[in-house]
């Protein structure tokens, strides 16, 4: 009876410590980078949203280890002092660690303000012919994509 | 499955599709300095006894 309970005892304060290590990751270091710049490079920031394959889902400090596929969309980053940056993405990754440290890596990455609506839009209706002249499967599903990424854009840009 | 996954394409063209359209959408003055970016060049030598025999750009 006494080992059981010592035993218990000792799976209780397992559970305790990890409890407790968890607790501490109250920050999170943040890195966005992209083929063209580097947004964050370890930098502490309240709130992540991403667009992801999976849903679009936004990422505080201490949530659950995941890896995703970005979608092309809107990032926007909380920082500490409260502003809010948007910055698009075409593709590209994001890991979230086990310790709150979380990677964005994208293939190619601007802040929104400097997305021109006029080409946006324009890029929307040249994929839009593309994809009703596109020959074959291929070129029909590289159509598709660029409807895919041009709504987006033209999203992001209004 | 998503269509272009379908047709064969997988997420490495998926993404270069959606870097370079992003580029296009930029603003005129950063556009032209983003299309550098839409290609990319190697240049492949080869060598023997210290000397570049042959070399192939792609």
Redesign the interface.
């Known amino acids: 009876m006494a080992a059981l309970r010592s035993m218990s005892r000792l799976l209780m304060n397992r559970n305790l410590s990890t409890t407790i290590k968890r607790g501490y990751a109250e920050d999170m270091s943040f890195t966005f980078a992209s083929g063209n710049q580097v947004f964050y490079d370890g930098q502490n920031v309240r709130q992540v949203d991403v667009p992801s394959f999976s849903g679009s889902f936004g990422i505080l400090p201490k949530h659950v280890p995941t890896l995703a596929v970005l979608k092309p969309g809107v990032v926007s980053v909380y920082e500490n002092e409260g502003n809010v940056k948007k910055i698009f993405v075409s593709s590209g990754t994001v890991t979230i660690n086990d310790d709150s440290s979380v990677q964005i890596l994208a293939e190619e990455a601007h802040p929104v303000e400097n997305i021109d609506a006029a080409a946006a839009r324009d890029l929307l209706s040249k994929a839009q012919s593309q994809f009703s002249s596109a020959a074959n499967e291929q070129a029909k599903a590289e159509a598709e994509i660029a409807i895919e990424v041009s709504e987006a854009l033209v999203k992001a840009a209004e | 499955m998503s ?2 996954r ?4 997988n ?1 490495i ?7 370079r ?8 003055d ?2 032209t300095e ?1 299309a550098k ?1 839409n290609d990319s060049h190697i240049r492949i030598t080869k060598w023997e006894a210290g000397k570049p025999i042959k070399s192939s750009e792609f």
């Open positions: 269509a272009w379908q047709a064969g394409l997420y063209n998926y993404s270069s599709i959606a870097a359209l992003l580029r296009q959408a930029l603003k005129a950063l556009r983003a970016r």
